[in-house]
């Protein structure tokens, strides 16, 4: 059975959500796409959201996000406790958040990163595992954070 990967951008990111959408198919993950689906102007919050909810549910192996920067999906995707969103320009972006942080949510800026850069980091995000051992702690507190304990 494919892994389910949830994917989705505003209109500054469709069409980069696209292409990452049609390299996850072709990569064998079955995509689960909450949209947007046109160059027409919507609110960022709620597709980062939406992929966070899926990925926190548990509904999805990891998620991935496009905006014009990558910044405002990341803000939103973090704001639904059990998301760990990291924005990603490059490979090296890829294999840090995966690697140290057990990032389930890549975050991509269609302004920022063009199609192959993106492709590329998307395949590190997908193919890298979380290191664990020191890390641990750290990704712990963030889970703390989610329900609002001391850390």
Not at 35 to 56: C, I, K, L, N, Q
Not at 82 to 99: L, S
Not at 118 to 146: C, I, P, Y
Request: a negative charge; aromatic letters at 6%; glycine letters at 10%.
């Amino acid at each position: 059975m494919a892994q389910k990967v949830a994917i989705g951008s505003d209109h500054a990111g469709f069409h980069l959500k696209t292409a990452l959408s049609h390299w996850l198919s072709a990569q064998s993950y079955e995509v689960v796409d909450v949209g947007t689906d046109s160059e027409e102007r919507v609110d960022y919050p709620h597709f980062g959201a939406a992929v966070a909810r899926m990925v926190a549910a548990g509904e999805v192996v990891r998620g991935v996000v496009v905006c014009g920067s990558g910044q405002g999906v990341c803000m939103a995707a973090n704001k639904v406790p059990g998301a760990r969103a990291g924005v990603v320009r490059d490979d090296h972006d890829a294999q840090m958040i995966r690697q140290h942080n057990d990032a389930n949510i890549a975050c991509f800026g269609e302004r920022v990163t063009d199609v192959a850069t993106a492709v590329s980091a998307l395949g590190v995000f997908m193919a890298t595992e979380f290191e664990a051992g020191r890390h641990t702690v750290r990704v712990d507190q963030l889970g703390a954070l989610d329900h609002g304990d001391e850390i």
